[in-house]
């Protein structure tokens, strides 16, 4: 018989084959088809386990798709805890159909006693699902709750890191000093009383903390020079260089907060940020400004605006150099001639050189990254929540109604992007 692709481990002894269906019927004498197909299914990983409950403690899913369900659901957990509780339920499956093979009173009989109650229903000792056909089950011995969750955050960096460039690199974790120190086989040196000095403790060095990710960097980087910008266009507001270099800042500043496209900056009126002011109330927290032109207007209506105090204090600085300027248009941003601004992406990518940010990502790759950091990091509720705020996929939004949040609702949304930016300290007081 040729040799499998891949090394399984059997689930009655343990043993890793490379030819598992002969070794069934070598040494454990399993002659009955059905069961030798349930036991080299649980083996390659390959067991259903659609509608069984999630067996995550106080998780309460009991739909079809539990194995979507802890992949995408229980971003807290790392793939190899995720694998472990895969295999534990498909263990379960696989007791099931020995238990009613065994009652169907099979011929020939059944040779393994795995579904017995006398076998227990544990799975196989350090069993795990295979993530993919190109890489077999490795066998790893129990380890200590410490070091599982070492490994999750491993695994959750890698996976970040490897989905959106604008995450920081995984910091290094100090590994564990397996053999005995220096200081442990030296001999202990008494005092003149006779009194045993303590041993001195090596003190394990700190990994060095991880450098902000560029878009922390990017948002840093606005918050200083949009101030400097509007004292500059306030003294020399007919400099068009200088004020289209605000415009990229706030464009950056946007699209970094929120994902938003750069037609929601350019399509934003006068009467749109009054009407933000009209309605703030002194125990607000912040205004939302609602962007009605914009691409995704009919799906999802208008794109919303969340503005610290501070932040709308620029926007209406920049609004009273505006009104002595007399546009011809009601645009809040726009070019020489009164009409929106078209090259708003080469401004933000001029701003973003100038604030000496590796790379020269267009505001789309900021996007990018803002919906993949919100995939990778929160649960499915409030990452559809977050996407609907970016006015983003709109295959499953409610066509022609928006979801419009109030206030509260928009600053709790802005601490959720800010805990997802790692930017704890921007969070919005409420």
Not at 1 to 12: G, L
Not at 214 to 239: A, F, G, M
């Amino acid at each position: 018989m040729t040799a499998s692709k891949f090394v399984n481990r059997c689930p009655v002894c343990s043993r890793k084959s490379w030819r598992l269906r002969e070794h069934l019927d070598e040494k454990h004498k399993v002659r009955n088809p059905v069961e030798r197909r349930v036991l080299l299914a649980f083996a390659r990983g390959r067991v259903n386990v659609k509608g069984m409950p999630c067996p995550v403690q106080r998780c309460g899913y009991d739909g079809r798709r539990v194995q979507q369900h802890l992949q995408e659901s229980h971003r807290d957990m790392g793939q190899r805890q995720k694998r472990r509780l895969l295999a534990g339920l498909q263990w379960q499956k696989t007791l099931e159909k020995l238990r009613q093979l065994r009652r169907s009173d099979p011929h020939p009989p059944m040779a393994t006693g795995l579904d017995l109650p006398e076998a227990g229903d544990r799975a196989p000792a350090e069993a795990e699902v295979r993530p993919s056909r190109s890489s077999p089950p490795q066998r790893r011995p129990v380890v200590e709750d410490e070091e599982e969750e070492q490994d999750d955050e491993e695994d959750m960096q890698l996976h970040h890191r490897r989905d959106h460039p604008c995450l920081p690199a995984p910091t290094s974790h100090v590994p564990r000093s397996g053999g005995t120190s220096r200081t442990s086989r030296t001999r202990r040196r008494a005092d003149p009383d006779g009194r045993a000095r303590p041993r001195p403790r090596l003190r394990t060095p700190q990994s060095p903390p991880s450098p902000p990710s560029p878009q922390n960097r990017c948002l840093e980087e606005c918050r200083r020079w949009i101030p400097e910008l509007l004292r500059d266009s306030s003294r020399r507001r007919h400099d068009v260089v200088l004020r289209y270099q605000l415009f990229g800042c706030f464009a950056l500043l946007v699209a970094s907060l929120y994902g938003h496209r750069a037609g929601v900056v350019r399509n934003m009126t006068a009467a749109e940020v009054r009407e933000a002011e009209d309605g703030h109330r002194r125990d607000s927290s912040g205004y939302v400004i609602n962007v009605r032109q914009h691409k995704t207007a009919r799906a999802f209506g208008s794109a919303q605006l969340f503005l610290t105090p501070e932040e709308f204090g620029w926007l209406k600085s920049w609004m009273t150099i505006r009104s002595k300027l007399r546009p011809q248009t009601d645009l809040v941003f726009f070019n020489c001639n009164g009409g929106p601004v078209h090259k708003l992406t080469s401004f933000a990518r001029d701003a973003w050189a100038r604030m000496r940010l590796p790379g020269s990502p267009s505001l789309t790759d900021i996007r990018t990254a803002v919906a993949t950091m919100a995939r990778d990091t929160q649960c499915t509720e409030v990452r559809r929540q977050m996407s609907h705020l970016m006015c983003h996929d709109t295959r499953t939004a409610d066509r022609f109604y928006a979801m419009q949040l109030s206030v509260t609702q928009l600053a709790a949304m802005r601490r959720t992007f800010d805990v997802s930016r790692g930017d704890a300290e921007q969070t919005v007081d409420e």
